[in-house]
């Protein structure tokens, strides 16, 4: 596994009412899989 240097950390505004997201999709994918591979919780 390995992680891209030209990936989209920050998600994009999505020009809707309330808050948005602070991290992209491909963001939360990889931290998950990086919790899977090591069995470690996200804090």
């Given at each position: 596994m390995?992680?891209?240097e030209g990936m989209q950390w920050l998600a994009m505004p999505s020009g809707?009412?309330?808050?948005s997201a602070t991290f992209s999709d491909a963001a939360i994918q990889f931290c998950l899989s990086i919790k899977?591979?090591?069995?470690?919780?996200?804090?």
């Open positions: 390995w992680l891209d809707k009412r309330g808050r899977c591979l090591f069995g470690q919780p996200l804090r």
